[in-house]
């Protein structure tokens, strides 16, 4: 079995494809900032998207999205609050949070959620 890096890493490769052929704008990934890591930042026409990616081998593990806790939502809320500052964008910028759930076996081909707009800013 792959390490958790390994693991992550082949999700968030996954997820950027999965977006890119939606048509999103990938543009950047592994943000580090001092209140988090945003995996994904993406452009949707204009709305900057942050994209959390969850990545598992098999349900046995729990689904990917029950890690995405309230706390973890407000710590991405965080992080793209200082993203925006960093990236000297207005604060009326139009934003979005989405979640990807990966599920890879090494038999069948990776099950992909997306949940776009999973949450807001103004709800956290």
Known sequence: M??????GALGEELAVRHLETRGLLILERNVRLPHGEIDIVASDHGVVVFVEVKTRHHR???DPLESVTPAKARMMANAARQYLARSH???ETDVRFDLISIL???IEQPQ???IPDAFHLDEI
């Open 112 to 114: 992909i959620e997306w």
């Open 104 to 106: 890879c076996d090494e």
């Open 89 to 91: 964008r207005p604060e």
């Open 60 to 62: 046995g593990q729990g």
């Open 2 to 7: 792959a390490s958790r890096h390994a693991t």
